[in-house]
Nanobody, 117 residues
């Protein structure tokens, strides 16, 4: 059974940093695009960033420009989200997803990120 497992969330003060990880088990995601989404309480799920198998990155520039970096280690079937200069509005549950193009069919359970002011 395919699983994506996120880790690295937690409580951090504004201006701090966190690094989220998402490891896949059960299969390799060779050729797949990996992405991070987030959902804050009472809000729609929001795209954060994605990275193709070849390493091409796309970001939600309006929300995370210059602060977040997505990367992946294909040998470890793991994708990362480095989050710097965190703001209270970054508080959300962060989800990892795998897919083809912009269609994501496999999702993790989410990890909570809370940024205090």
């Amino acid at each position: 059974q395919v699983q994506l497992v996120e880790s690295g969330g937690g409580l951090v003060q504004a201006g701090g940093s966190l690094r989220l990880s998402c490891a896949s088990s059960g299969r390799t995601f060779s050729g797949y695009t990996m992405a991070w989404f987030r959902q804050a309480p009472g809000k729609e799920r929001e795209f954060v960033a994605s990275i193709t198998w070849a390493g091409y990155r796309t970001y939600n520039v309006a929300s995370v420009k210059g602060r977040f970096t997505i990367s992946r280690d294909n040998a470890k079937n793991t994708v990362y989200l480095q989050m710097n200069s965190l703001k209270p509005e970054d508080t959300a549950v962060y989800y990892c997803a795998a897919g083809v193009g912009a269609s994501y069919g496999t999702w993790g359970q989410g990890t909570q990120v809370t940024v205090s002011s």
